[in-house]
T-cell receptor, first 114, second 109 residues
Framework: DADVTQTPRNRITKTGKRIMLECSQT?????MYWYRQDPGLGLRLIYY???????NKGEISDGYSVSRQAQAKFSLSLESAIPNQTALYFC?????????????FGPGTRLTVT | GQNIDQPTEMTATEGAIVQINCTYQ??????LFWYQQHAGEAPTFLSY????GLEEKGRFSSFLSRSKGYSYLLLKELQMKDSASYLC??????????FGRGTSLIVHP
């Protein structure tokens, strides 16, 4: 079984709709991240969380919100989706207690906003 | 992202050696990651360099010069399956990595 899972894997939605992308992990890691990836732009950080009660904005947080419901779950919401939020979204985790900050990525969610 | 520069695309021949460079601003630097990402898949960890020098891991090696703000990933004995994007990511004081735009490597027979 995958250590980091994302649901849904693909989603097509319309402009103005609210949608939620979910991420779960079984690695026991304390740190979780949401990135988006656009062709030619690399991975850009949306939000990150170092613990259940810790939420931090990343480079491109406008138009997004997150919830860390438990150590293992980190959800990303688009309050009112717009076409330029069409992208590949990745959740990632890392172990902040180990001294090694290698990130483990989920399989990604391909989101299309029409 | 924060002046992390890598070539956009490189091509190489199966069995050859290729070097993918990454340059970055040195302020607040902690360490540098390399990830591999096949098309449509998640990035996977290759290496993490904190100290100057070369670290070898099988066919892949990663080099770091902290003072020059320079790293490279060296891939030896290239195989077709090495065709992928290679992402350089710089970790600074917050221990949050910032990714470059990635280098797309095409390996041809």
């Amino acid at each position: 079984d995958a250590d980091v899972t994302q649901t849904p894997r693909n989603r097509i939605t319309k402009t103005g709709k609210r949608i939620m992308l979910e991420c779960s992990q079984t690695k026991g890691h304390d740190r979780m991240y949401w990135y988006r990836q656009d062709p030619g732009l690399g991975l850009r950080l949306i939000y990150y969380s170092f613990d259940v009660k810790d939420i931090n904005k990343g480079e491109i947080s406008d138009g997004y919100s997150v919830s860390r419901q438990a150590q293992a779950k980190f959800s990303l919401s688009l309050e009112s989706a717009i076409p330029n939020q069409t992208a590949l979204y990745f959740c990632a985790t890392s172990d902040g207690t180990s001294g090694s900050y290698e990130q483990y990525f989920g399989p990604g969610t391909r989101l299309t906003v029409t | 992202g924060q002046n992390i520069d890598q070539p956009t695309e490189m091509t190489a021949t199966e069995g050859a050696i290729v070097q993918i460079n990454c340059t970055y601003q040195t302020s607040g630097f902690n360490g540098l990651f390399w990830y591999q990402q096949h098309a449509g898949e998640a990035p996977t960890f290759l290496s993490y360099n904190v100290l100057d020098g070369l670290e070898e891991k099988g066919r892949f090696s990663s080099f770091l010069s902290r003072s020059k703000g320079y790293s490279y990933l060296l891939l030896k004995e290239l195989q077709m399956k090495d065709s992928a994007s290679y992402l350089c990511a710089v970790e600074r004081g917050s221990y949050i990595p910032t990714f470059g735009r990635g280098t797309s490597l095409i390996v041809h027979p």
